[in-house]
Nanobody, 123 residues
Framework: QVSLVESGGGLVQAGGSLRLSCAAS????????MAWFRQAPGKDREFVAA????????YYADSVKGRFTISRDNAKNTVYLLMNSLKPEDTAVYYC????????????????WGQGTQVTVSS
């Protein structure tokens, strides 16, 4: 059974940092894209960052570019999201996703999703 488990969320003050982790089990995702999406209360789920499986190319939403960094450790079957200079508008539930045949930034293509981890940024 495939599962993605996120961790690392929490409460942080504006300007602070958090590192999210997403550990996959049940199969290897080293050759597939993995991504982070987020959903704030009352809003649609939105793309945050993605990393391709083959080249390791990264993709970022404009709203997080320069502040967030996505990376992966294929030996650990884990993807990370380092979030710096956090803002109150970054408050959301963050979801990990894996394995998409479509564009890495499109949520509809991902076959596997984690349960989410809450990130709250206070002003």
């Amino acid at each position: 059974q495939v599962s993605l488990v996120e961790s690392g969320g929490g409460l942080v003050q504006a300007g602070g940092s958090l590192r999210l982790s997403c550990a996959a089990s049940g199969r290897t995702f080293s050759s597939t894209a993995m991504a982070w999406f987020r959903q704030a209360p009352g809003k649609d789920r939105e793309f945050v960052a993605a990393i391709s499986g083959s080249s390791g190319r990264t993709y970022y939403a404009d709203s997080v570019k320069g502040r967030f960094t996505i990376s992966r450790d294929n030996a650990k079957n884990t993807v990370y999201l380092l979030m710096n200079s956090l803002k109150p508008e970054d408050t959301a539930v963050y979801y990990c996703a894996a394995d998409s045949p479509l564009s890495p930034v499109a949520s509809r293509g991902y076959n596997y999703w984690g349960q989410g981890t809450q990130v709250t940024v206070s002003s």
